[in-house]
């Protein structure tokens, strides 16, 4: 089986990044060991949501041959920051964190590199939990913590091997978007590291995000309908949400944006690990 140079990849990833998953996707032969090219049990096998594993990127799923391959091609890092925190009656308390996840392994997928396990610590601001609930779920931790534990983060996946990180909140405070600048501005290491959140892409699609409203709430009904109950929202539309900021998801979101949000948001990070990665052979 021939071996594809970090280099090779670098490049055939960019373009890949540029227009969607085809070009820039690891393969199944690249993923697998000794029997991969052989056929699809070793690299190409589906499990029964219809996962292949050359579409494994998160780091706590893939094999030790995997990862090292991986890495080996596509030394890049993503790390997901989000929070656990009031979205609405009608969304799960951790969507901030399992929306970036889920947007970093997308853009894993076409433009290579390994999603770490998402963060679900967030600083404050948070919005005010359900006045009617008497247990307020909402986990707020101080800056210093979040801030300490994403370095801590960053120098060990650096001592792996990985030549490059983003780090990117969907918990859209001002104080955490800050926070993550700083985190990557301070960075003392070799890596190359980028801080940013998620409303920073998809300029094309005019992608904002919001809490718990219209693009929220598509994303979160196109990766996981079963979190989203929109049922329990009034069906009203001049009745006021709680906790809701944004356009009306009653009126406006839809899996289909969700999608389209998705599809926007990785591919600008593809292409964003890709220029890391460039930047680091150059210097």
Known sequence: MSRTTR??????????????VGAGALKAEDLGGAGAGAGAADGGSANAA????????EYELLL????????EQCPLIYIPVGALEWHGE???????????H??????????????????FYGVPFM???GKKYQFKANVPVTEPF???LLNTTLGAMEEVGFKAAIVITGHTSGEQMRLMKRVAQNYQGKMKVYGTYDNE?????????????????SILSYLHPELVEMDRLPKDVNVKLEGVGGKDPRIHASPELGKKAIDAVSRDLAALGQRLLSDNEQS
């Open 7 to 20: 280099r090779d990849f670098i490049r055939t990833a960019a373009a890949g990044a540029a227009v969607g």
């Open 50 to 57: 219809g996962v292949s594993k050359s579409d494994i990127v």
């Open 64 to 71: 030790p041959y995997q990862f090292e391959r991986r890495v």
């Open 90 to 100: 009608h969304m799960a308390l951790g969507n901030d964190s399992i929306k970036m």
């Open 102 to 119: 889920a947007i970093c392994r997308e853009a894993a997928r076409r433009g290579g590199g390994v999603v770490f396990p998402p963060v």
């Open 127 to 129: 919005v005010g939990f």
């Open 146 to 148: 979040l801030e300490q």
């Open 201 to 217: 892409w998809g300029k094309e699609i005019n992608y904002t995000s919001d809490h718990a409203a219209m693009w929220e709430t």
